[in-house]
């Protein structure tokens, strides 16, 4: 998990490289292969879509299909945080953070109790809403103490 250090300036993504790693490893030592893991992906999807008219029988060796997905999950999970570690991204160490876009986005492997998100076109990073500069876009504030609860 994330360790929050109010006094960083910069994102820390060691937890996001470490995490990558472990996922090779797991893919390198599963005895299944990409292919058989999406096409387990395909079964599940379609298992799902359909589950309320599923019998007890229907869900025997189910769980045997679901184990093989984790080859394909592991290969998109990594994905999404090689996405992560090429984003621009900002920590927010204040209370507010306020921005131009109606929403923060946490980026793959950060929660947003990490106060890290993808960085906006605008970022102010301030203590107090009081005295904040003009600006010809609409502003959004962020209470970073609610992120965290």
Same mark, same amino acid.
């Given at each position: 998990?994330?360790?929050? &250090?109010?006094?960083?300036?910069?994102?820390?993504?060691?937890? +996001?490289? !470490? *995490?990558?790693?472990?996922?090779? =490893?797991? #893919? /390198?030592?599963?005895? +299944?292969?990409? =292919?058989? @893991?999406?096409?387990?992906?395909?079964?599940? *999807?379609?298992?799902?879509?359909?589950? $309320? @008219?599923?019998?007890?029988?229907?869900?025997?060796?189910?769980? $045997?299909?679901? =184990? !093989?997905? &984790? %080859?394909? /999950?592991?290969?998109? =999970?990594?994905?999404?945080?090689? &996405?992560?570690?090429?984003?621009?991204?900002?920590?927010?160490? !204040?209370?507010?953070?306020?921005?131009?876009?109606? /929403?923060?986005?946490?980026? $793959?492997?950060?929660?947003? @109790?990490? *106060? +890290?998100?993808?960085?906006?076109?605008?970022? #102010? %990073?301030?203590?107090?809403?009081? /005295?904040?500069?003009?600006? &010809?876009?609409?502003? %959004?504030?962020?209470?970073? @103490? !609610?992120?965290?609860?």
């Amino acid at each position: 998990m994330y360790q929050l &250090n109010l006094e960083e300036t910069q994102v820390s993504t060691a937890m +996001v490289e !470490k *995490r990558i790693a472990e996922l090779r =490893e797991e #893919i /390198n030592a599963s005895p +299944v292969t990409l =292919e058989e @893991s999406r096409a387990a992906q395909e079964t599940v *999807r379609e298992f799902y879509s359909d589950v $309320a @008219s599923r019998t007890e029988g229907d869900w025997d060796g189910f769980m $045997a299909v679901c =184990e !093989k997905t &984790n %080859h394909a /999950n592991a290969v998109d =999970e990594i994905a999404k945080l090689e &996405n992560t570690l090429a984003a621009d991204l900002m920590f927010c160490p !204040k209370r507010y953070v306020v921005t131009d876009t109606p /929403n923060l986005t946490s980026p $793959a492997g950060f929660p947003p @109790s990490s *106060r +890290v998100f993808l960085q906006t076109r605008v970022a #102010i %990073h301030t203590d107090s809403l009081d /005295n904040l500069p003009a600006s &010809n876009v609409e502003l %959004h504030a962020f209470d970073m @103490s !609610k992120m965290a609860a």
